[in-house]
């Protein structure tokens, strides 16, 4: 039998709605089952569960259940899963001043996972706080939340002897942009445990110093793609003009680079332009004012410039080089880092598409 198109879309209809309505059921039983919930094992569960819905709707049965929840590991899952909805920051913070160490620890490690501002004093503290684990968490906190004057916080944390704790720190002296702290952070850059390289460079692009940069620029041929990326990526914290001719120039003496793709995402969050060129002379190569080489010398360019492609003029022009060869190609209209705008001779360049590849 054959069904016609609007039974067949009335069936989907019906399908769908029927769908929505069991989720819908479905989602409300965790309300329910907290209520029902025969025993204190039961309860965690649901709360559990809750958490990991992230569904805000059941935000206040796991505050009251904070609140007012008979044990200590009832209220300690809890303050977990509010963690998990970024959500409860009052009651949190109230927990963990007036309840036990089992809650104390869930609900500062859940404010720390939020990583609200108005809980930056409450971390501070808890840093400082007898019990490990507290301690730990503060600096998880303040490594979102923190100022500058938290730098010699951080850098205490890098001595101790927990590695998340220590991570969180580095990346924290790079969120309140301590570049003072940078000695004891660069260390972390050529450790053997990649989790920590990739946070230093983290840090070593937040922080936008001269001494960090070279740290990245090391970094960007590592044959770890991890790391390479993380070093292209950190770039991006810098001034384009800055660290823009690196990343053209790794292009073109790494064309085969696995990470060449992070290096143009990176180019393209600088906002660099289309395509650049790089000087490729053993002294110097004199930018002209007009596409001729009897035209008037505006600057001369290093060996290894890098300037900003502007345009190639439509015919090509046959030069004599220093040898008395006669060279024949464009002459590219180009502008300097400082503004300066004039014409290059194409065979004493490379020309590079920052999106892609060698232009030639």
Request: charged content about 25%; proline content about 2%.
């Amino acid at each position: 039998m054959n069904i016609s198109r609007g039974e067949k879309i009335l069936k989907t209809f019906i399908a769908a709605i029927s769908f929505l309505m069991v989720a819908t059921l479905y989602a409300g039983d965790l309300k329910d089952d907290l209520k029902n919930a025969s025993d204190d094992s039961a309860k965690i569960s649901v709360v559990e569960s809750m958490g990991n819905t992230k569904e805000q709707k059941y935000q206040k049965p796991l505050i009251d259940t904070l609140t007012n929840g008979e044990s200590s590991k009832l209220r300690a899952a809890a303050a977990t899963a509010l963690g998990k909805m970024n959500a409860g920051i009052n009651e949190l913070q109230k927990a963990y001043e007036t309840d036990d160490v089992y809650v104390r620890e869930a609900s500062i490690d859940a404010l720390a996972e939020i990583g609200n501002a108005k809980s930056q004093s409450t971390f501070e503290n808890a840093t400082k706080d007898k019990n490990e684990k507290i301690r730990f968490s503060g600096i998880k906190g303040l490594s979102k939340t923190g100022r500058i004057g938290n730098a010699s916080i951080f850098r205490n944390a890098l001595e101790w002897k927990d590695k998340t704790t220590q991570i969180y720190a580095i990346r924290g002296i790079g969120n309140i942009n301590a570049y003072n702290e940078w000695n004891y952070v660069k260390p972390f850059c050529n450790n053997a445990d990649k989790d920590f390289v990739l946070a230093c460079l983290y840090t070593a692009g937040k922080i936008q110093y001269t001494e960090a940069l070279n740290t990245i620029e090391k970094h960007m041929a590592s044959p770890d793609s991890d790391i390479s990326k993380a070093a292209f990526e950190a770039t991006s914290f810098y001034k384009p003009q800055v660290v823009i001719p690196t990343l053209i120039r790794f292009k073109r003496d790494n064309p085969t680079h696995p990470s060449l793709e992070a290096l143009s995402a990176t180019l393209k969050k600088l906002k660099a332009a289309k395509q650049y060129a790089i000087v490729k002379v053993s002294d110097k190569l004199n930018l002209r004012s007009k596409a001729n080489e009897r035209s008037e010398i505006v600057i001369s360019l290093k060996a290894n410039s890098v300037v900003e492609v502007l345009g190639h003029e439509s015919r090509k022009y046959i030069i004599s080089n220093s040898a008395g060869e006669e060279i024949e190609d464009f002459w590219y209209q180009v502008k300097t880092e400082d503004g300066k705008k004039g014409f290059l001779f194409g065979s004493y360049l490379d020309v590079i598409n920052s999106n892609s590849g060698l232009n030639q």
